[in-house]
């Protein structure tokens, strides 16, 4: 679907994020056997089907819980990506997610400076968990750069979103080159340059679905 004119939104509610997780759990399962292929190249196979399994949980988590707050439906997401995801990506989208809400406690109407604040949160939470930096062939390769395209348009959400979506996929084939030096795909050594890092894959999907759920081209 195409956004009517003036449709796409300049502020998140919790009924855009319940939509943002079930656009999420949408583009993964159609790209789910893409992801797989991926970590097969560079890590255990199974990245695809772990995170379908993961972002489905989230969606009947999120369906059923009635939620009023973006810090609680968005721990909420975290703390079933937990408990159902597998390996590394788990707790580090458990983590991104349950830091992103803690940094959008309170807040009714998140616009571009908030939902930046929120991301800027999730990363760190990446980062420390996995003790990783930008440059590593890891899924913040992707993260980084979107949040700071998002930076550019701090009063203009839909274009910060979209700035930040196109920043990702960037990001994601950016790490094809790569030598991996954080998680499973570092024990190939050179042999992980030439693939596109799974985690930064699923991390530009979940950009893309954002900014199709702040463009309107979902319900």
């Known amino acids: ?25 949408e583009l993964i399962g159609e790209h789910a056997e893409e992801l797989t292929e991926l970590d097969a190249a560079i890590g255990d196979a199974d990245h695809g089907t772990n995170m ?17 707050a973006a810090d609680a439906l968005l721990k909420k997401v975290g703390t079933t990506l937990v408990s ?24 009714d109407g998140i616009d571009a400076r908030a939902l930046a604040a929120g991301l800027e949160a999730g990363i760190g939470g990446i980062a420390a968990r996995g003790r990783a930096t930008t440059g590593e062939k890891t899924m913040l390769d992707a993260w980084s750069p979107a949040l700071e395209a998002l930076r550019t348009h701090p009063d203009d959400l ?20 790569m030598v991996a030096t954080k998680g499973r795909a570092s024990y190939l050594g050179e042999r992980s340059a030439g693939h596109i890092d799974p985690g930064a894959a699923s991390t530009a999907l979940l950009l893309a679905a954002l900014d199709d759920v702040v463009a309107a081209r979902t319900v």
């Open 158 to 177: 839909a274009a910060g979103v979209a700035a930040a979506a196109r920043a990702a996929a960037e990001g994601r084939d950016a790490t094809k080159p």
């Open 1 to 25: 679907m195409t956004a009517d004119e003036g449709s796409a939104r300049q502020t998140l509610s919790v009924a855009d994020l319940e939509a943002w997780v079930r656009r999420s759990a």
């Open 84 to 107: 159902t995801v597998g390996g590394a990506a788990g707790p580090l989208y458990g983590t991104f997610f349950l830091r992103t809400g803690g940094a959008l406690l309170g807040q």
């Open 52 to 68: 379908k399994r993961g972002l489905a949980a989230a969606v009947d988590a999120v369906g059923a819980g009635g939620f009023t």
